[in-house]
């Protein structure tokens, strides 16, 4: 049952992102017993022998939490496990750290230039809080607003185009695990769109290329036949 948004192992790094719409300080101690169970399956997948007296290498971890929460937080800050020690005066033998980083829209602004995805996401979700703060604005006219806003400005805008309706019924029922699952999603489809555009270039690319040798060929006979 423990969970994270997205993982996946590069060049040996077992890299974790996570997002969360609320400061959770017990983040160190989840992620502690989410590395413990994938490391289990990965050795169990290997069929190692973790008795043994060869070393069984494993990935290094890099744990990342994106925050976008009302609450204000430096754009980057380290959560420790150690922090969790309640006998302060012993230093511990085993610490883990998170970072998090702050992607509301007024924090770091380099890493929000460097993903399309992750600055659009933050730029609705900016509008959409300032848009909840106006007099007599419900929430369900925020998103709207919200959505409406970036669609003018082509940020994101063929998804909401596409998932408007969706977009704001999780408004209507938000729930942390809805929140966790559209973000997930949001990037996914996105690039799974791109994907579809890049298939259809190629398949371009490959018909022209047939064109072109057809019409070589057919210049070959034209010459043969005079």
Partial sequence: NIRNDVSFILNHVFNLYEHQSTYNPNMPLRTLMNLANSYERMINQKEANIYGSVLIKIPTPKYIMFYNGDMEYPDKMSMLLSDAFENKELQGDVELKVTMLNINYNHNRK????????????????????????????????????????????????????????????????????????????????????????????????????IHECNQQIQEREQQIQ
């Fill in 111 to 210: 890493l929000l230039e460097q993903c399309e995805v992750l600055k659009g996401y933050s730029l609705y979700n900016n509008k959409f809080k300032e848009y909840t703060k106006r007099e007599g604005i419900t929430k369900v006219e925020a998103a709207n607003m919200a959505i409406e806003y970036c669609i003018q400005n082509n940020v994101l805008a063929d998804f909401f185009k596409m998932r408007r309706s969706e977009v704001v019924g999780m408004v209507l029922e938000f729930t942390a695990e809805k929140a966790e699952k559209y973000l997930k999603n949001l990037e996914k489809r996105i690039k799974e769109q791109n994907q579809e555009i890049e298939d259809k270039e190629r398949q371009i690319e490959v018909q022209e290329q047939q």
